[in-house]
């Protein structure tokens, strides 16, 4: 990236206030203060960087959601640690950047209840009468809980006509109450309504169906129904002490996880905590708070925080969203199961650190006895196992903020009460928006999503597609995939890959004309580097550097490409390809890789010792034909052996290409039979380049006395083809119309305008075949006389016309 360019007098690093250290002045937008300001890292030499960064709840594949928040925080770690060159990945365990895989509640009821399912789909691998009645109990009870609109004993073959009546306004995209907007809560009556469907049409389907259904079919479709109503009935059998029940599910999707993230090129995190892995250094952290005076042990053996003890030492409680605190919805959601009503807690606020487990829970000793942690606990203690008593960042979805993050800080901070500098647990906490679908938030819990790997594998989008439109939204902003953003993306990556195709083959050292150095191009390169640094330093703004990246590409593309001076059009090139290493859009290729462009601008491997021989005897035909000289029978035998270089044995992807060489091979060699040898290898040339190796997905661009390139097709190269298909088809309508229009025409001419009236439509005509008198034998008006006149004329021109062409 260093240009040897003196930096402007704003781009001057800013120092750090203990050490004097060198830092670049660059501005975080910190939820804890909600403004930007500037980053100081906690180490004295201002270098390295402590990052926690919560992560999945993983009890079923990842989505687009969780994309949004993993992707647009790798951003931010590759722009910190590539750009601004702070030492993120430092390689010690002492200051990483931690990702979390909760073992939460959600995991709790989720693991318990795909046991109990597999023991019932094992007991039961028929679909007989009393798996239906079980499964008809599970739809009522589903029915009675999550769709009040309904009578819950509702038959499930009236179920669709009467859920479209009850839910007419949801199901139209309204909200539950009039005059108020759609938002979850209705996305979540859309979940039951899809979950109850599949439920319904499957149990009529058993219940009527003269032959035996798939029990798979069927156990697959009530799953989501049955799942809640054996966890009701054998939930509390489960034995507490066997934790594989529980960790079973969540090794299978946190390897899945981390398969599905690599896949959009994110960075492994440095370590990965698990809570099960934790257990005692959290039972320690919360007899810590408890000596503290913060916590409170109640009856059965839970301890919740104390929020009012915690308030009157001097501390804050919800720093990061204050207007929140007493929101009942979000102190349920960020509680779970734990938020049972007791009477037991001192304040509606507390929350749990530490929970006795009830029967069919996971159980670990503790000094106040079988238990479990409480669901924020389990990121403070992991945290400060690791990262000890501050950190530099600490990041999640904006959905963590209250309670999750807020509950983090109070516990955390209790815990290091006496040890904690100003009572600062964390610098910097920094949330990435959320990922919408129709004003709803994508989330599992909503089942309104697209897992990352169902849109990797249906082709929807790619890892870098996907992060483009990441990148152009900025990650502290909601984001909504639409059309036009979906557009601008695509546009955005197709102006990118366009520009790589045309710089790819360049170097630093080449330079084929005298041209001088541009000072435009060069001051335009300047103006983009110091726009990009500016932006980036504005609390990671990447829509503001993407905007200008697009900019010095439209520049490039309008500057004179003759006079062009090489090393500057590789300077250019050379600087965007280490933007976008450093946003993570080219795999694993580093900010310092001397190659230019990104994975996909150079056609296959397997493909190229047949294109190239291919191209090169095609260059040969052009300077032959365009030479204007005898092309002999040698000529074209030396032009053919051209080709016999490439290997004779290819591998299935490369035998398309071997193919149509020695196809192409076999027209030459008989060109020398031609009546016109020069028009047919124009002919020839032209066709392999505009329909043989497009096809294949391969472009050759001719240049003026020099070898043409060979090009990968790109999309700006697909729509022009279309395009001019679509003039050539519509030229040829036109035509077609022209020429039937004119055989219309001509037929119309074959009738005489002395007998062209002599119909049923009058009775009386003069001389030349006019009529007199209409059917009924009245006059005709002179109005309508005249326009028969009119006609007759023009008849008259035609037939004579008609006359003229059967001469």
Not at 20 to 43: E, G, M
Not at 44 to 57: D, E, I, L, M
Not at 268 to 281: A, H, I, K, S
Not at 604 to 611: D, F, G, H, R
């Amino acid at each position: 990236m260093a240009t040897g360019r003196q930096q402007p007098p704003w781009q001057q690093p800013q120092a750090h206030p203990e050490t004097s250290a060198s830092l670049p002045p660059l501005k975080i937008y910190n939820s804890l203060t909600r403004s930007k300001v500037p980053f100081v890292p906690l180490d004295p030499n201002g270098r390295k960087v402590t990052w926690y960064a919560c992560g999945p709840t993983v009890y079923d594949d990842a989505h687009l959601g969780h994309a949004r928040n993993y992707v647009s925080t790798d951003i931010l770690r590759r722009i910190l640690r590539d750009y601004f060159k702070f030492d993120v990945l430092a390689g010690s365990s002492e200051t990483p950047p931690i990702a979390d895989v909760k073992g939460c509640l959600k995991i709790i009821s989720r693991g318990r209840q795909q046991h109990l399912f597999t023991e019932f789909v094992v007991a039961h691998p028929a679909v007989n009468a009393e798996v239906i009645s079980t499964v008809t109990t599970a739809y009522k009870a589903y029915l009675k809980k999550n769709l009040t609109l309904l009578d819950p004993d509702l038959p499930a073959k009236r179920y669709k006509d009467e859920v479209e009546k009850a839910y007419a306004t949801v199901l139209n995209g309204g909200a539950l109450v009039a005059g108020e907007k759609a938002g979850d809560n209705e996305a979540k009556v859309k979940m039951h309504i899809k979950t109850v469907s599949s439920a319904a049409k499957a149990l009529v389907e058993a219940s009527t169906s003269g032959t035996q259904i798939l029990s798979e079919s069927f156990y697959s479709s009530v799953q989501d129904v049955l799942l809640p109503y054996l966890d009701t009935l054998y939930g509390s059998t489960i034995p507490s002490e066997d934790y594989s029940i529980f960790t079973k599910l969540t090794k299978k999707y946190e390897d899945r996880f981390m398969q599905d993230v690599r896949d959009l090129n994110v960075l492994d995190p440095d370590e990965v905590t698990r809570v099960t892995e934790y257990v005692q250094e959290i039972v320690d952290f919360v007899e810590q708070i408890v000596k503290h005076k913060f916590g409170y042990v109640t009856s059965d053996g839970s301890i919740y925080f104390d929020i009012t003890a915690f308030e009157a030492s001097g501390n804050s409680y919800a720093r990061l969203e204050p207007w929140n605190r007493n929101d009942a919805d979000l102190l349920a959601d960020g509680e779970g199961a734990l938020a049972q009503k007791t009477s037991e807690k001192r304040s509606k606020g507390d929350f749990a650190l530490w929970k006795a487990s009830k029967p069919g829970e996971p159980a670990w000793p503790s000094p106040w006895g079988p238990g479990r942690p409480g669901w924020h606990i389990e990121c403070s203690a992991m945290a400060s196992a690791e990262l000890g008593k501050q950190m530099d960042i600490h990041s999640g979805g904006i959905d963590l903020a209250f309670p999750h993050h807020d509950n983090e800080l109070a516990q955390s901070e209790a815990y290091w009460h006496e040890n904690c500098a100003n009572d600062h647990w964390v610098n910097y906490f920094i949330h990435m928006g959320h990922l919408s679908i129709q004003g709803s938030k994508m989330s599992k819990s909503l089942k309104n999503f697209t897992t990352i790997r169902e849109a990797l594998s249906k082709g929807d989008w790619t890892p870098r597609s996907l992060r483009i439109i990441f990148l152009l939204g900025g990650w502290k902003d909601g984001i909504e995939i639409t059309e036009d953003l979906i557009k601008a993306g695509s546009a955005w990556e197709e102006k990118v890959n366009n520009f790589f195709v045309k710089t790819k083959d360049l170097s630093p050292e080449e330079d084929s004309s005298d041209a001088p150095s541009d000072d435009v191009l060069a001051a335009a390169l300047k103006s983009t580097e110091d726009a990009v640094y500016q932006s980036l330093c504005d609390s990671f703004h990447t829509p503001g550097a993407m905007y200008a990246i697009s900019e010095l590409i439209s520049k490039f593309n309008s500057a004179d490409k003759v006079s062009l001076n090489a090393k500057d059009s590789y300077a250019i090139a050379h600087w965007i390809t280490s933007m976008v290493n450093i946003f993570g859009l080219n795999g694993t290729a580093g900010p310092d890789s001397a190659q230019i462009g990104w994975a996909g601008i150079d056609v296959p491997e397997a493909a190229k010792p047949y294109l190239y021989p291919l191209a090169a005897m095609r260059d040969s035909l052009r300077q032959a034909a365009k030479a204007k000289t005898a092309i002999t029978g040698d000529m074209l035998e030396s032009i053919v052996e051209k080709g016999t270089a490439a290997p004779t044995e290819a591998s299935e992807e490369a035998q398309p290409y071997q193919q149509l060489l020695t196809e192409f091979s076999t027209k030459v060699s008989s060109l020398e039979q031609a009546d016109n040898i020069t028009k047919e290898i124009l002919i020839l040339c032209d066709r392999v380049r505009d329909i043989d190796l497009f096809d294949l997905g391969v472009y050759l661009e001719d240049r003026d006395n020099q070898p043409a390139l060979v090009r990968p097709v790109t999309k700006e190269l697909l729509l022009a083809r279309e395009e001019k298909a679509a003039r050539a088809r519509q030229k040829q309508l036109e035509k077609e119309k022209k020429e039937r229009e004119a055989l219309e025409k001509a037929e119309k001419g074959k009738i005489s305008n002395l007998d062209m009236f002599r119909t049923n439509e009058f009775s009386a005509w003069d001389e030349d075949g006019l009529p007199t008198k209409d059917a009924a034998g009245q006059e005709i008006t002179k109005s309508r006389s005249k326009k028969l006149k009119k006609d007759w004329e023009r008849q008259k021109k035609a037939h004579e016309a008609w006359l003229v062409s059967q001469k």
